[in-house]
């Protein structure tokens, strides 16, 4: 669900023509739909060389895209691209996983070197503040904490905005998943509770996360949120 949520955000800001790089594609599932839905060329990157050959598997269904979209083998933190190629680059939760902050450096860095000048950097990570705020409203109405798992290490906001600033700039942070966040995570474990019943709080096909994941975001209590930086033109 969460996905699909991104794409739809990453999708409003892409235009006819962009040259893209999706960066830690997996599947290529999004990589496609960038392509679809705009009239995009797009490269989708993955570090698991089984990753990209279901990519390519994905792809070979869909005969319009065979010019505008390829996949190959690479990872965030030396991408095999040369230097201000893409108009946009995308990383869908890449750099949470990259395990310690050092690397993360380098991913975001390496992000920033691929993007033509005034090209836009699309973010989608979570983050220490939005889990803090998500966990504080739950706290409120006695739920316990949402544990980070242990194979990510989530973003802090602030230091991600510093470590990229001599070469981009923050044009928006935006919090799209905040309202379904608190639907989802909030409400219905306590509707859950009231009624006793066994039930998947984050199950992505019930109705209710469904429609949720259609209303505009309210607060700050999404985990997910969606950096969106502008390379300066020297």
């Not at 893409?86 to 691929?114: F, H, M, P, T």
């Not at 209710?208 to 209590?221: M, R, V």
Request: hydrophobic share 40%; glycine share 6%.
């Amino acid at each position: 669900m969460v996905i699909e949520m991104e794409i739809r955000e990453i999708i409003r800001r892409l235009s006819d023509g962009d040259h893209v790089l999706d960066v830690g594609c997996a599947n290529g599932y999004s990589t496609v739909q960038f392509a679809l839905q705009q009239g995009t060329t797009v490269r989708g990157l993955d570090y698991i060389p089984e990753m990209v050959e279901r990519a390519r598997e994905r792809l070979a269904s869909f005969q319009s895209l065979q010019n505008s979209v390829t996949f190959g083998q690479g990872d965030v933190t030396n991408l095999p691209e040369p230097s201000e190629t893409y108009d946009k680059v995308v990383s869908i939760r890449v750099i949470i996983n990259l395990g310690d902050w050092d690397r993360q450096i380098q991913g975001l860095r390496e992000c920033a070197r691929v993007l033509k000048p005034g090209g836009a950097l699309f973010l989608s990570e979570a983050t220490v503040q939005g889990w803090q705020r998500l966990n504080e409203f739950r706290k409120e109405w006695q739920l316990p904490n949402i544990p980070m798992p242990p194979f990510n290490s989530y973003l802090d906001e602030d230091k991600v905005v510093d470590v990229l600033s001599p070469m981009l700039k923050l044009v928006e942070l935006v919090n799209f998943a905040s309202s379904y966040y608190v639907a989802t995570r909030v409400l219905k474990p306590l509707l859950i509770n009231a009624l006793g019943a066994s039930i998947d709080p984050s199950d992505p096909d019930m109705h209710w996360n469904q429609f949720f994941s259609q209303l505009p975001p309210w607060g700050d209590y999404g985990t997910q949120k969606l950096f969106v930086f502008r390379k300066q033109s020297v």
